[in-house]
């Protein structure tokens, strides 16, 4: 299983909602990151884990605030986002150490309406 | 990613090989990356290559490599309609951060 999966696929949601996006990997890995990419752009990392700790936050607006309850889901809470925060939330997981070949979820795709 | 950089068009005849090409400026990168989005879904890795590595080679795919010049290369055998996507060109150090370029737009036509 190379696959890392990520739900919902399709997001909409107003500025006052609460959500939660989730992503799932179950091939061993111990890093899991969150990616944001806007249109016609490159991914820009969020947050990494490593061994389900919190291990870089890239100046991320606490208004998305991420969880790994284990070392195999990682999950992003969503609360009073803006329009501007519309994008793709890419999920990505990959091995500790030497070898960081990153597998990508296919992403969720957000709207803050 | 400004450390980064790519073309960002290539037009290529069905059938043709395609080079897609990268400039990094991160002398201490450790593994270059090449990833495929297609429109409206997740990236999917290609293939990378190790820095100490010239050239890797996997089915229609051929990565170059250039450590002197920081320059990275793809060649896309036989390029398809399928092969219609954007290519990321990717950098990390093992610090867990890839450094993705701003992507190169591939268009395949008949």
């Known amino acids: 299983d190379t696959e890392v999966t990520q739900t919902p696929k399709h997001l909409v949601m107003g500025m006052t909602n609460k959500k939660s996006l989730k992503c799932e990997q179950h091939?061993?890995?111990?890093?899991m990151y969150w990616y944001k990419q806007k249109a016609k752009k490159p991914p820009e990392l969020m947050f990494v884990?490593?061994?389900?700790?919190?291990?870089i936050n890239e100046s991320v607006p606490s208004r998305f605030s991420p969880e790994c309850p284990n070392s195999s889901l990682l999950n992003l809470h969503l609360h009073a986002l803006q329009p501007e925060d519309s994008a793709l939330y890419l999920c990505?997981?990959?091995?500790?150490?030497?070898?960081?070949?990153?597998?990508f979820g296919q992403g969720t795709r957000l709207t803050v309406v | 990613g400004e450390d980064v950089e790519q073309s960002p068009f290539l037009s290529v005849r069905e059938g043709d090989s395609s080079v897609i090409n990268c400039t990094y400026t991160?002398?201490?990168?450790?593994?270059l990356y090449w990833y495929k989005q297609e429109p409206g879904a997740g990236l999917q890795l290609l293939t990378y290559?190790?820095?100490?590595?010239d050239m890797k080679q996997d089915q229609r795919l051929t990565v170059l490599l250039n450590k002197k010049d920081k320059h990275l290369s793809l060649r896309i055998a036989d390029t398809q309609t399928g092969d219609s996507a954007i290519y990321f060109c990717?950098?990390?150090?093992?610090?867990?951060?890839?450094?993705f370029g701003a992507g190169t737009t591939v268009t395949v036509r008949a």
């Open positions: 990505a997981s990959s091995q500790v150490g030497t070898e960081t070949e990153a597998f």
């Open positions: 091939m061993g890995h111990r890093a």
């Open positions: 884990y490593s061994y389900e700790k919190l291990s």
């Open positions: 991160d002398s201490s990168s450790t593994y």
């Open positions: 290559i190790f820095s100490n590595m």
């Open positions: 990717a950098e990390s150090n093992n610090d867990y951060k890839l450094s």
